[in-house]
Nanobody
Framework: VQLVESGGGSVQAGGSLRLSCVAS????????MGWFRQAPGEEREGVAH???????SYADSVKGRFTISRDNAMNTLYLQMNNLKPDETGMYYC???????????????WGQGTQVTVSS
């Protein structure tokens, strides 16, 4: 299993970024996929996930600003992030769950992460 994130960078508050995660080594379309982030000194937190049927869920803090999507033909997961805030600085990780549904504790593999820095 391999998950490779890209698209991170440095932006000013209010800016946008689009993260990508290319997956391989498993049947991508059959699995729930998610994005997580970890700020320095903080625990990793869930940002958004999309199940095998395309149903999405978001952390309350990002609703209306972030959009998760998946391209099953390209084995790629995306996270469009708009109106970014300085406290959203951190490492963003892509993850795959063991099942088609997204359940707590079912996250199976993680990418190496891509850094997002939002300046005020």
């Amino acid at each position: 299993v391999q998950l490779v994130e890209s698209g991170g960078g440095s932006v000013q508050a209010g800016g946008s970024l689009r993260l990508s995660c290319v997956a391989s080594g498993f049947t991508y379309r059959n699995h729930c996929m998610g994005w997580f982030r970890q700020a320095p000194g903080e625990e990793r937190e869930g940002v958004a996930h999309v199940d095998a049927n395309g149903m999405t869920s978001y952390a309350d803090s990002v609703k209306g600003r972030f959009t998760i999507s998946r391209d099953n033909a390209m084995n790629t997961l995306y996270l469009q992030m708009n109106n970014l805030k300085p406290d959203e600085t951190g490492m963003y990780y892509c993850a795959v769950a063991s099942y088609g549904g997204c359940y707590p504790g079912s996250w199976w593999n993680w990418g190496q992460g891509t850094q997002v820095t939002v300046s005020s």
